[in-house]
């Protein structure tokens, strides 16, 4: 299978602060990783698609302003949470794109991270 | 637009079987996925469908008509542990891996 390491699991930060979330993929090379939020009972909203080398895409309704994504190498992508607010509490997940031939099983999801705004 | 519907919860007795509904309207389809997902952990994947009809993987079964937009995934001899969300997401574009989830529906299985 494929490792995706995403930290930190959980944060708790002030209004106002930026919070940065990391995701790796441990075992392979991910040109393309995405971004997810996720609010309680809730299923998975796609924020962005992050391409390494390249400016992120953004689904409609999502501030790019707001959630910074940077894909600087084959292995990270980094969401940062600017000036959050209690509205930006919520669960974030990464997932990356495995390429090759295989298993249909070719995206892998990070293991999320809890972001609490106070 | 994109709409994927599913029933939010459902119940159902250890040892039971269950069908879990999906329909979906998208722009386009590349195929269909079921993931499960335990409160505050990662989905991890169940199945994929992107021609008609069964694949059968152990306990998990799932279904796919492409001309009526419906998927369902079943599951077979139930287990308290099979208690989760439920996750069905269509994959529109054909050249990323781009998913879009359905609502979700949570399973809760009872002794």
């Known amino acids: 299978g494929a490792v995706v390491s995403q930290h930190p699991s959980r944060v708790i930060c002030k209004s106002g602060t930026s919070v940065k979330i990391e995701c790796r993929s441990l075992d392979f090379q991910a040109t393309t990783m995405f971004w997810y939020r996720q609010f309680p009972k809730k299923s998975l909203m796609l924020m962005a698609t992050s391409n390494e080398g390249s400016k992120a895409t953004y689904e409609q309704g999502v501030e790019k302003d707001k959630f910074l994504i940077n894909h600087a190498s084959l292995t990270l992508s980094t969401l940062t949470v600017t000036s959050a607010h209690p509205e930006d509490s919520s669960f974030y997940i990464c997932s990356a794109s495995k390429t090759g031939k295989g298993s249909n099983e070719k995206l892998f999801f990070g293991s999320g991270t809890q972001l609490s705004v106070l | 637009g994109q709409n994927i519907d599913q029933p939010t919860e459902m119940t159902a007795t250890e040892g039971a079987i269950v069908q879990i509904n999906c329909t979906y309207q998208?722009?386009?389809?590349?195929?269909l996925f079921w993931y499960q997902q335990h409160a505050g952990e990662a989905p991890t994947f169940l199945s994929y469908n992107v021609l008609d009809g069964l694949e059968e993987k152990g306990r998990f079964s799932s279904f796919l008509s492409r001309s009526k937009g419906y998927s369902y995934l079943l599951l077979k001899e139930l287990q308290m542990k099979d208690s989760a969300s439920y996750l069905c997401a269509v994959r529109d574009h054909r050249n990323t891996d781009k998913l879009i989830f359905g609502t979700g529906t949570r399973l809760q299985v009872f002794p």
């Open positions: 998208t722009s386009g389809f590349n195929g």
